[in-house]
């Protein structure tokens, strides 16, 4: 039976990229388009599924968090100028932070279930309640439900229908009552906006495993992209 399933990670990773830059157009100089802010739901559970696979098959985690820590830092101020219109905005973090806390939340997770006695479990689930309480506490973008929903994909691989279904339901009570936004009126029900992100789902489910074409100028493109655009947007918003 051929495989059906056609998306590599760096094309699902070209698609988030762009939803995401619909979404921070909409929020700076292309006010009023609903529907740019509604794909750019899409953007956040493809990053958190591309970061829970790369936890997976990562040979140097230390590593991947640096490059994390560093695009945050990096970030932090492009992204003040866009959700702040300002060099310094301590009210909301870069998205990166989350990504960062989200990694170590799925090395706790992986410890705390491997570690044989409770005392040997303690220290692992005490990360792991940090992994999630501090981007809430900190403000970073999506939070602890960021967080939610990369541990999500992470305890969720495997692909079967089962996953599918856990996935879906899981995206939907984050998307629905941890997160808020605008809110629409589907007959009795109010749906939140973010809501959206459910649409990622089946650009996930045909994610055929493989990464795509490896190049380290590709790699390094594809996270300079988030503070590169991010820079130019807020200096165009502060310029209006």
Not at 50 to 75: F, I, M, N, W
Not at 159 to 183: D, E, N
Request: net charge positive; hydrophobic share 50%.
């Amino acid at each position: 039976m051929p495989n059906r399933r056609f998306f590599t990670a760096n094309q699902l990773k070209a698609i988030a990229l762009f939803c995401m830059l619909l979404d921070h157009m909409w929020a700076t100089i292309v006010p009023g388009r609903e529907w740019m802010t509604c794909v750019g739901r899409i953007a956040f559970p493809i990053f958190a599924f591309e970061l829970a696979q790369g936890y997976t098959h990562t040979h140097d985690l230390r590593a991947y968090a640096k490059r994390l820590l560093l695009l945050a830092v990096v970030s932090e101020v492009p992204f003040d100028m866009v959700v702040g219109g300002t060099y310094f905005y301590p009210w909301h973090q870069n998205v990166a932070w989350t990504l960062l806390a989200g990694l170590w939340a799925c090395h706790c997770a992986d410890r705390c279930r491997t570690a044989p006695t409770l005392p040997e479990k303690l220290p692992p689930l005490l990360g792991l309640l940090a992994a999630l309480l501090l981007p809430g506490l900190l403000l970073t973008d999506y939070g602890t439900a960021g967080v939610v929903i990369i541990l999500l994909f992470r305890l969720t691989r495997g692909g079967g229908w089962r996953s599918c279904l856990a996935q879906a339901v899981g995206l939907f009570v984050v998307s629905q009552y941890m997160l808020i936004g605008q809110v629409y009126l589907v007959g009795p029900f109010e749906i939140q906006q973010e809501c959206f992100a459910l649409l990622a789902l089946p650009l996930i489910w045909l994610y055929n495993g493989q990464h795509g074409r490896k190049n380290k100028a590709l790699q390094h493109a594809a996270y300079a992209f988030y503070p590169a655009h991010l820079l130019v947007l807020g200096m165009l918003f502060m310029a209006k």
